[in-house]
Nanobody, 127 residues
Framework: QVQLVESGGGLVQAGGSLRLSCAAS????????EGWFRQAPGKEREFVAA????????YYADSVKGRFTISRDNAKNTVYLQMNSLKPEDTAVYYC????????????????????WGQGTQVTVSS
């Protein structure tokens, strides 16, 4: 079992930056692929970014490519999402997710691929 806790959300003006963190506890974190998703009011949960457990492979939604960076520190059991050049349309609750895998370079991009979820952190971008 893995527990995930997100932090770092808040209110920021358009063009600003935030860094989200997802701290994991429980079983060996380094064997889990991780992802970030977001959900705005009235919309479905959508994929944002993913990273393999080795950290060597990453993937981004087109809407955030070039602005967001996902990374991980397995020694700290933490995954990060650096968000730059934020836009009002980035406003949402952001969730991190994890799934165990034996494949060091595999990442996952759909919610059903993941077994564990955090409680979410609100990100609000004002115009």
């Amino acid at each position: 079992q893995v527990q995930l806790v997100e932090s770092g959300g808040g209110l920021v003006q358009a063009g600003g930056s935030l860094r989200l963190s997802c701290a994991a506890s429980g079983r060996t974190f380094s064997s889990y692929a991780e992802g970030w998703f977001r959900q705005a009011p009235g919309k479905e949960r959508e994929f944002v970014a993913a990273i393999s457990w080795s950290g060597r492979s990453t993937y981004y939604a087109d809407s955030v490519k070039g602005r967001f960076t996902i990374s991980r520190d397995n020694a700290k059991n933490t995954v990060y999402l650096q968000m730059n050049s934020l836009k009002p349309e980035d406003t949402a609750v952001y969730y991190c997710a994890a799934v165990p895998t034996f494949r060091s370079s595999t990442y996952y991009t759909t919610p059903r691929d993941y077994d564990y979820w955090g409680q979410g952190t609100q990100v609000t971008v004002s115009s």
